[in-house]
């Protein structure tokens, strides 16, 4: 069977959360070799590693904030040496805290925005000058959310850093096209993942799914095929496109409906 990322690099933010872990699982499963980074690598981040080591693919890891600039640029600057290069990345690293606006502590409100902007910003900034000198194109996938082009309540940090992620990712779309590098945005629905456990209880999330047009949460594997459509190399033509994967839940029919308008 051939495999599509075989001998390419792939660098993944946020890989030891529940969606950046399964894009890096399949892309290892892919043929990729991996560059994974997040703030710390807990259980499910170390089997990601586990499991692509075992199919024979080499992999960086870096524990570091997105946020510090100086070890983005080291990262990158290492991967680049030891690799040869890079040929995709996927910026998935989030961060986020709901309340409302007028009450927001700060430092969260803060934090909120700068990881979803300025470290996406670092990262492909530096993978981006990386993928120019090096001559060969590449490919980007940013993970932004629904949050970028609907004002949800009490996530005014959250909504204005996908907001900024977007634009930064369609702008980077038109200065990159000289140099055959694409750039698309993924748009996940209402994942199951760990970390809307910090929002929601077991019980408030097995509730959620069967009242999604859906019928029940995105899985993130299924964000991760997404994802893979739009790195693939067979997707040259697919450039600066949003791909929305949340079941339905965009729809103006359903948008109607969960708000009682029918």
């Known amino acids: 069977m051939t495999l599509p990322f075989a001998g390419r690099t792939a660098l993944i933010t946020g890989a030891s959360g529940g969606i950046g872990a399964a894009v890096a699982r399949a892309l290892a499963e892919s043929g990729a070799d991996l560059a994974l980074c997040d703030l710390r690598f807990d259980d499910l981040g170390q089997a ?25 640029e080291e990262f990158v600057k290492d991967v680049v040496a030891n690799f040869g290069g890079i040929d995709h990345f996927v910026a998935s690293a989030v961060f986020s805290e709901r309340e409302p606006f007028t009450t927001a502590d700060m430092a969260g409100f803060r934090q ?4 979803s902007l300025w470290g996406a910003y670092f990262m492909f900034r530096e993978i981006a000058n990386a993928m120019i000198a090096r001559g060969q194109g590449g490919s980007v996938v940013v993970v932004s959310s629904p949050h970028a082009v609907v004002p949800y309540p009490n996530c005014m940090a959250y909504n204005i850093g996908k907001a900024a992620q977007d634009m930064m990712a369609r702008t980077a779309a038109i200065e990159l096209l000289p140099h055959r590098i694409r750039v698309n945005i993924a748009h996940p629905g209402w994942t199951d993942t760990p970390g809307e ?23 993130p594997a299924e964000v991760a095929r ?18 929305t994967i949340d079941g339905g839940v965009h729809l103006p029919y359903w948008s109607k409906r969960a708000s009682g308008e029918i």
């Open 48 to 72: 990601v590693i586990n499991d692509a080591q075992k199919l024979g693919r080499r992999v960086a890891v870096g524990a570091f904030d997105v946020c510090d600039r100086e070890s983005v």
């Open 112 to 115: 909120t925005v700068d990881v």
């Open 226 to 243: 997404g994802v893979l459509f739009l790195l693939h190399p067979d997707a040259d033509q697919i450039n600066g496109i949003t791909l």
């Open 197 to 219: 456990r910090k929002f929601y209880t077991e019980a408030q999330i097995a509730a959620i799914g069967p009242t999604l047009p859906g019928g029940r949460m995105v899985r």
